[in-house]
């Protein structure tokens, strides 16, 4: 039997069904797509200078930290989402020990767009050792990292001596 044959074989309720099939794939594809647009508002990264710190116990230094936007949309701490840049500092094992205080971003960088904030890290509450500082972005949703493979945090190594 050949495909023209095998066609019109088919009952026409069947053929339906398979058009209907065919609808939800294509509804399927657009929703993958829609849920990939969302991951490109995290398509954000950030990256430090220095890459390594050294401080005393209960003393401060500031670090830059350059802020890279591929995303879909523009990060500011002055509309509706609030965005911030945090750190937050884990010990040897792993443990979260500090999260730092709010650092608004001014101005609004723009989708494309780069732009440098400086973060005050202190070593105030922590003992003696080498610990990792992750710098973040935050909104009112919670911390980017946590949200999306498409963000890329910044790392620094902090020792205190």
């Not at 509450?125 to 919670?142: H, I, K, P």
Request: charged letters at 20%; proline letters at 3%; a negative charge.
């Amino acid at each position: 039997m050949n495909t023209k044959e095998l066609l019109k074989s088919i009952p026409p309720r069947k053929k339906a069904m398979a058009g209907a099939a065919a609808v939800l794939i294509l509804l399927y594809v657009l929703l993958c797509g829609v849920i990939s647009a969302r991951q490109d508002a995290y398509a954000i990264r950030l990256s430090t200078e220095p890459a390594e710190l050294t401080l005393a116990e209960d003393a401060q230094a500031d670090v830059t930290v350059t802020i890279e936007n591929h995303a879909n949309r523009m990060i500011s701490s002055q509309n509706d989402m609030r965005t911030y840049l945090v750190y937050r500092v884990f010990d040897s094992s792993g443990a979260e020990v500090l999260t730092s205080g709010q650092v608004p971003i001014d101005p609004r960088i723009g989708s494309g767009r780069t732009s440098t904030v400086t973060a005050t890290v202190s070593s105030e509450g922590l003992s003696a050792g080498t610990y990792l500082v992750r710098f973040d972005l935050q909104d009112r949703e919670g911390f980017f990292s946590e949200r999306s493979d498409s963000f890329a945090a910044a790392e620094l190594t902090l020792v205190i001596r």
